[in-house]
């Protein structure tokens, strides 16, 4: 049966959809953490692509720069500082991994019939399907909601309504001012003191391999 | 183009496939002569600035072919993987870092409307794509197996990531000035005369293009910042354990950065694909789609001359000043780049609010000159910054 | 073939995130290391992540339907940077593990224990 169109949008979405879910299963079942860091960063990448197909563009390029690029980076960055021989790999009991199967996948099932159960949620039929994808702006109207404007539901009549419709401003500063705490608390979690295992004396060189001779190595 | 090949193969999504084959291949070319030509010029830029001559066997008096020679010879070398080393990530590693810098050019426009894919938010997506390139080099220095390795890349991942906010902070104050984001409307509102340019618009945003010249050089860790690929301290960094090939593939990545972000400052301060002179208006080469298109033309050759200029700047930058250590590097990026930055961009903005037509114009060329002189003291001022901790480290070290 | 032309609904997504939520969860029920559970934390954000922005997007819904828009999109952009937060403080407890404890493996976290 040949095909006479492809919705392209759906083939991206295909490709995009089959590289976060393959990557995440991956992470899932592989033990080599660096290895994990690495399909992960794939994973969250192509979510990144799910968000630009769905006409959230801002939203999109801001997973690539703070998720990806920050978080894991960051994450990257434990990953190495940590692995070190026997903590690369590390397995777990089957007993475990049944357990986890049997909560995951009920749980899998129920989510999957909730997405199937709601009609308007499978999508524009095909007559109604437009052929190119229209994207309206969003990185001004993100903008100006974080600011306090609602540019989206200026339409409104009902006074009520609108009085109720403030944008995320106080949000907005909530979350800036959460950063700064983490921030001060990360710094201070992670500052710099002597170990247990530094209080021991220093190591002595071993005498096999000190030089005879006076030359400084 | 699509709808050009759909004319004549019979299921329309073939036409579709090719097209898009054919502009990626466009801009693979684009990519890959760019940073095969630039190493011919850092092997001939770098020659002359130590008084010496560089290729001049290899294709007649001025050595052309010497990058192809250097390709050949690096295609064909044997492929080494250490033994110690995560097969997989190490094979995978330089090709991450291609696909961040390369993707970049998607939402690069050479000229009016010549743009893979017009983006709203073009300039975040640029700097959000050019921050993944640290992956590439977090694994290919983890799965070397060398601590030298592992060192380089790290240090190089917190240099990269460190210079990220005074970039950004650099970015924004052209993109407030313009009010927009994406870059095709960036460029075109800087046509006309060179005093439409944004880095003349005013003293805040002239500063500040010295401050992002800076933080671009770090962030494709180009010298005085690149301590993680020093050769006389870790040997090649991240990029140790590569050879022939892969190395090749790195390499391209570096220089396809250099372009990318040196693309972008010609669009966002100095006009993007406009002349200094508005002479294709004059010409009457910007309405009509022939007499269009040979104006963009013109306007790309403009596009890849400043960016050539660029990339020119960073080569002379490399082999003039000495390289800074990784507390210097860091030290420049927090104490320096990110003040300086935050003031520049509170500056544009107090500047826009209390002059919004402007006042840099042509006409009034009273003012330019004493702005013009107090920037360019100040631009003085803070790029020698860059060498100002390795003087106060070495004036401590006494 | 016919996969390729049915188009891409608000169900199709909510799949996805499913997928990513559940594989999330059981990263951070099955692994050992401290880290493989902070990836199974950001899995699990990114699947909440898909369900916001499937919700936001018009283009989604069948016609008639009413998106969420902008506050889908405005909740997933705060979780994005609320998810960089929390992970940068687990680092930072993960690292005083590591440093404390000379190892990663949170089954070896029982001091507490009886």
Redesign the interface.
């Known amino acids: ?11 991206f ?2 490709l995009m ?1 089959l590289l ?2 393959t990557m ?2 991956a ?2 079942v592989t033990s ?7 399909y ?2 794939v ?3 192509a ?1 990144a692509g ?2 630009f ?7 999109g ?23 070190r021989g026997p ?1 690369i790999s ?3 009991g089957g007993g ?2 049944i ?3 049997i ?3 009920s ?2 099932a129920v ?2 019939q ?3 159960s ?9 007559a ?3 052929p190119a ?3 309206a ?3 001004g ?2 903008g100006l ?2 600011l306090g404007v ?3 539901r200026l339409d409104q009549q009902n006074a009520g309504l609108r009085r109720g419709m403030s944008g ?1 401003l106080l ?1 907005f500063e909530i ?1 800036s001012v ?2 700064v705490v ?2 001060v ?2 710094a201070y ?2 500052r710099a003191r002597k ?3 530094q209080q021991r004396a220093p190591a002595q060189p071993s005498p096999s391999r000190r030089s005879p001779l006076p030359v400084g190595e | 183009m699509a709808e050009f090949f759909s004319q004549y193969l019979s299921p329309p999504w073939l036409a579709y496939v090719l097209t898009a084959l054919i502009q990626v291949t466009l801009i693979l070319a684009v990519v890959l002569t760019a940073a095969g030509a630039f190493t011919w010029a850092e092997r001939k830029v770098s020659a002359r600035m130590q008084d010496r001559l560089g290729p001049t066997r290899v294709g007649g008096r001025f050595g052309w072919l010497q990058a192809l020679a250097d390709g050949i010879k690096l295609v064909a070398k044997e492929d080494i993987i250490p033994a110690g080393a995560d097969r997989l990530l190490f094979r995978v590693a330089p090709y991450v870092s291609f696909c961040a810098s390369f993707a970049v050019f998607l939402a690069l426009p050479f000229s009016d409307g010549w743009v893979a894919q017009r983006m709203d938010v073009a300039v975040f997506f640029i700097l959000a794509v050019a921050g993944l390139e640290v992956f590439g080099v977090i694994l290919a220095g983890y799965s070397s197996g060398s601590k030298w390795s592992l060192f380089g890349a790290m240090r190089e991942a917190a240099q990269v990531v460190s210079y990220e906010i005074p970039l950004a902070l650099c970015v924004v104050v052209p993109v407030m000035i313009a009010g927009t984001m994406d870059l095709v409307s960036i460029g075109n509102m800087q046509s006309g005369w060179f005093t439409n340019w944004f880095v003349l618009h005013d003293p805040f945003t002239f500063l500040t293009f010295f401050v992002y010249v800076t933080c671009a050089i770090a962030s494709v860790n180009r010298a005085p910042f690149d301590l993680a690929e020093a050769e006389s301290e870790l040997v090649a960094g991240f990029m140790t354990e590569y050879s022939g090939f892969r190395w090749a593939v790195f390499f391209m990545a570096e220089y396809g950065s250099m372009v990318a972000v040196s693309g972008l400052a010609a669009i966002l301060f100095f006009g993007g694909w406009n002349g200094p002179l508005p002479i294709a208006h004059w010409l009457g080469l910007d309405h009509g789609s022939l007499l269009g298109g040979i104006g963009n033309f013109l306007g790309l050759c403009n596009f890849l001359l400043k960016a050539t200029m660029g990339v020119l700047v960073m080569m002379w930058a490399r082999w003039t000043l000495p390289r800074l250590r990784i507390d210097q590097v860091m030290t420049t990026c927090l104490k320096y780049c990110v003040p300086l930055g935050a003031a520049m961009l509170l500056g544009a903005m107090l500047w826009t609010y209390a002059f919004p037509g402007g006042l840099i114009l042509s006409s009034q060329t009273l003012l330019f000159t004493p702005a013009c002189a107090t920037g360019l003291t100040c631009a003085a001022g803070s790029a020698s910054a860059i060498p100002a901790p390795l003087v106060a480290e070495q004036q401590k070290g006494r | 073939m016919e996969l390729l032309s049915i188009p891409v609904g608000v169900a199709h997504y909510l799949v996805v995130g499913a997928v990513l939520f559940v594989c999330g969860v059981i990263c951070m029920a099955t692994k050992r290391n401290g880290l493989g559970v902070l990836m199974g934390i950001e899995l699990v954000l990114n699947g909440a992540n898909l369900n916001f922005v499937a919700f936001a997007s018009p283009m989604l819904r069948a016609e008639g339907g009413n998106a969420l828009g902008l506050d889908g999109q405005i909740i997933a952009l705060f979780v994005i940077v609320l998810a960089a937060a929390e992970a940068a403080v687990a680092l930072a407890i993960a690292m005083n593990y590591y440093n404390n404890f000379v190892t990663i493996d949170v089954d070896r976290a029982d001091e507490l224990k009886g």
């Not at chain 1, 049966?1 to 083939?11: A, Q, R």
């Not at chain 1, 703070?66 to 894991?72: A, D, F, P, R, S």
């Open positions: 049966m040949s095909v006479e169109t492809i919705h392209w949008h759906t083939f979405f295909l959809a976060a879910c995440a299963v992470v899932v080599n953490i660096v290895r994990m860091a690495f992960l960063v994973s969250l990448g979510v799910l968000f197909l769905a006409g959230a563009d801002f939203l390029a801001m997973q690539l720069m703070i998720y990806v690029g920050g978080t894991l980076v960051l994450l990257a960055f434990g990953v190495m500082l940590t692995a903590f590390m397995r777990t475990q991994w357990l986890a199967a909560i995951g996948g749980l899998l989510l999957l909730v997405a199937f709601v009609k308007a949620w499978t999508g524009r039929s095909l109604q399907h437009p994808i229209e994207a702006p969003t990185a109207p993100i909601a974080l609602r540019p989206d995320y949000v979350i959460h950063l983490v921030l608390g990360a979690l992670a170990r247990p295992g």
